[in-house]
């Protein structure tokens, strides 16, 4: 008893210390390549088909990339890393680009109410005990916080969480469709050991709203190829769902004939029939270009060919589609402009009206010089703010402070039993 009280206590000091913000980077990079080996797993349903492209998977978000880099970059500098993905057909605990997979569940199976139970809720406990992890990583607001929470409780594991949207810092803004997994969301974000955020608004928010201290992490990229020619003008890179706005491209497309505009975005679950309305409606658009769900290597591979990525949504985090455009010397013309970066480092144009956005592309389409500046910019920002190892040392940081008091956990007994709820 007095042991487990111990326990709890070092475990209040260690979130006490994670709770104030760090300032110095210096430090952080150094402690992050010294550190002693750790164990470590993502959960990430939609991970797997950016993992293993062999496995293709319905639209692929902009955290499973980030899951993915992060997974690997952990994995290189020789921390045991595992993921639990969704059931693909994948064999378990396979071995994919050096982290060990467990399935959690098949996405359709089950009886419609009473699936959340069996398979979801107990396909998900199994995989998080059968990866028998230090520490457990997630992003993007879901029940599947909640549920991550209550097993690290009863195992004495630690949990941090990433925000991957301004709407999950925000309780009204949350894109959860049932009340259910917003009250669970909300469980886990206030069990969480630590919550990561992606910039400075975030943090604010989740303060405001929850009361709850975010510290920020930043994003990583994977370069990509050079490109034999810019011959394409405009790329849209999102899933097709209401709150990406899609609509407002096809708007821009019909006022820029002279434009090539190439649009990538495959469905989302509940929002089919707006994947459908906006593949019909592009067809009738000859200067658009509707390349519907793309692999992450097959999308990837078209932003070096563009002269601008466009971002028409209404909330966002920091996109990840940002820094792929912009690693490549891609300009954005925006809605969304995360802590103001697009205005400031002038790594293309932040607008806010559908007419400035048109104005915008038109003047740098026509420009080359102040497009190939703001390209030029792009690429200095990313090389001095996103270098890997910059932006893994708070990540690296806060890991080895939550693992640095479990490292002689009893492992966890074999897999199979379900949450005590």
């Known amino acids: 008893m007095v042991a487990a009280l111990h326990r709890r206590l070092s475990r209040r000091e260690h979130v006490?210390?994670?709770?104030?913000?760090?300032?110095?980077?210096?430090?952080?990079?150094?402690?992050?390549?010294?550190?002693?080996?750790?164990?470590?797993?993502?959960?990430?349903?939609?991970?797997?088909?950016?993992?293993?492209?062999?496995?293709?998977?319905?639209?692929?978000?902009?955290?499973?990339?980030?899951?993915?880099?992060?997974?690997?970059?952990?994995?290189?500098?020789?921390?045991?890393?595992?993921?639990?993905?969704?059931?693909?057909?994948?064999?378990?605990?396979?071995?994919?680009?050096?982290?060990?997979?467990?399935?959690?569940?098949?996405?359709?199976?089950?009886?419609p109410l009473l699936r959340f139970v069996h398979p979801r809720c107990t396909g998900l406990w199994s995989a998080l005990a059968r990866a028998d992890a230090q520490l457990y990583y997630t992003s993007c607001a879901g029940m599947h916080l909640g549920l991550m929470a209550l097993f690290c409780a009863q195992h004495d594991r630690r949990l941090v969480f990433r925000c991957a949207s301004d709407s999950d810092c925000d309780p009204a803004r949350l894109l959860i469709r049932y009340a259910r997994d917003r009250w669970l969301y909300g469980y886990g974000l206030r069990r969480a050991d630590v919550i990561l955020v992606q910039n400075a608004a975030q943090a604010a928010a989740l303060r405001r709203h929850f009361g709850l201290h975010g510290r920020l992490a930043g994003m990583l990229v994977e370069p990509g190829p050079a490109a034999a020619a810019r011959d394409l003008d405009v790329l849209w890179v999102g899933n097709i769902r209401h709150v990406k706005r899609p609509d407002r491209l096809l708007a821009l497309a019909a006022q820029l004939p002279e434009a090539r505009i190439h649009m990538v975005g495959g469905p989302v679950a509940d929002e089919a029939a707006l994947y459908e309305r906006i593949r019909r409606e592009a067809a009738s658009l000859p200067n658009l270009t509707f390349h519907g769900h793309r692999s992450y290597r097959d999308a990837s591979n078209l932003y070096g060919r563009a002269r601008l990525l466009v971002n028409t949504s209404d909330v966002e985090g920091f996109p990840n589609a940002f820094l792929q455009a912009w690693i490549r010397g891609v300009p954005v013309v925006s809605f969304t402009d995360p802590d103001g970066v697009i205005r400031r480092r002038g790594l293309g144009e932040a607008v806010a009206s559908a007419g400035a956005m048109r104005d915008a592309i038109h003047h740098l389409l026509r420009d080359a010089g102040a497009r190939d500046a703001a390209g030029q910019r792009c690429r200095a920002y990313m090389a001095r703010e996103h270098a890997e190892e910059r932006v893994l040392a708070p990540y690296l940081t806060a890991f080895e402070e939550l693992t640095a008091d479990s490292r002689a956990a009893v492992r966890l007994p074999a897999a199979g039993e379900g949450p005590h709820v």
Request: aromatic share 4%.
């Open 16 to 111: 006490r210390a994670l709770s104030r913000p760090l300032t110095n980077n210096a430090r952080e990079l150094a402690s992050a390549a010294n550190m002693p080996r750790m164990s470590l797993c993502l959960v990430g349903l939609d991970n797997l088909p950016v993992l293993a492209p062999e496995f293709r998977g319905p639209a692929i978000g902009g955290e499973s990339v980030q899951q993915t880099l992060l997974g690997k970059a952990l994995a290189r500098r020789g921390h045991e890393v595992s993921m639990v993905t969704a059931d693909h057909g994948q064999e378990d605990a396979g071995v994919y680009g050096g982290i060990r997979v467990y399935r959690a569940y098949r996405p359709a199976a089950g009886v």
